[in-house]
T-cell receptor
Framework: GENVEQHPSTLSVQEGDSAVIKCTYS??????FPWYKQELGKRPQLIIDIRSNVGEKKDQRIAVTLNKTAKHFSLHITETQPEDSAVYFCAAINTGTASKLTFGTGTRLQVTL | EAQVTQNPRYLITVTGKKLTVTCSQN?????MSWYRQDPGLGLRQIYY???????DKGDVPEGYKVSRKEKRNFPLILESPSPNQTSLYFC?????????????FGSGTRLTVV
């Protein structure tokens, strides 16, 4: 089955700086890669996703890049703000055959003033 | 409002006392799943259901049961809870596991077994 590794487990950045979270996956057939943000005490919520036919996708201050050859994908947050502080999860799935999203272990991002 | 509703939000129980966590979705999703979240381990799937009366084990099914008698409901049953089942539980639904828009998660149930 799929295995997703996520790094770093914790990340502290100053407000205004950029943050990058990286994930690698094991199943070369995986073709859908969502990112979830979980604020303290809240449910995970989808913030951006990418499919394997696309190398990069942006939505305002967040972007995701995908390198299929290396089997890794990354979340980039620019001009970080205190409200970006949360736990971020990456996930991967082969939509043709798999029965679940496989999640990474999460990154706790702290944006300091 | 499209949502996944879980109840209860918080539950403290004793070892061996059967409990049920309810999950209901109003989006007519075929796929529903239960995950548990533990520090350092991320989200691990317990059980999932592709449709009514179709359920299957995820990665960590031991000690849990589920049922899918109706499309909207997917309860999680702990027949004899043990302390190692203390965790944060999330129900999730989608049209398909990899459908655009991903999962919609419930608000979570924090379970403590003493």
């Amino acid at each position: 089955g799929e295995n997703v590794e996520q790094h770093p487990s914790t990340l502290s950045v100053q407000e205004g700086d950029s943050a990058v979270i990286k994930c690698t996956y094991s199943d070369s057939a995986s073709n859908y890669f969502p990112w979830y943000k979980q604020e303290l005490g809240k449910r995970p919520q989808l913030i951006i996703d990418i499919r394997s036919n696309v190398g990069e996708k942006k939505d305002q201050r967040i972007a995701v890049t995908l390198n299929k050859t290396a089997k890794h994908f990354s979340l980039h947050i620019t001009e970080t703000q205190p409200e970006d502080s949360a736990v971020y999860f990456c996930a991967a799935i082969n939509t043709g055959t798999a029965s679940k999203l496989t999640f990474g272990t999460g990154t706790r991002l702290q944006v300091t003033l | 409002e499209a949502q996944v509703t879980q109840n209860p939000r918080y539950l403290i129980t004793v070892t061996g006392k059967k409990l049920t966590v309810t999950c209901s979705q109003n989006m007519n999703h075929e796929y529903m799943s239960w995950y548990r979240q533990d520090p350092g381990l991320g989200l691990r799937q317990i059980y999932y259901s592709m449709n009514v009366e179709v359920t299957d084990k995820g990665d960590v099914p031991e000690g849990y049961k589920v049922s899918r008698k109706e499309k909207r409901n997917f309860p999680l049953i702990l027949e004899s809870p043990s302390p190692n089942q203390t965790s944060l539980y999330f129900c999730a639904s989608s049209n398909l596991p990899g459908a655009p828009g991903g999962y919609t998660f419930g608000s979570g149930t924090r379970l403590t077994v003493v």
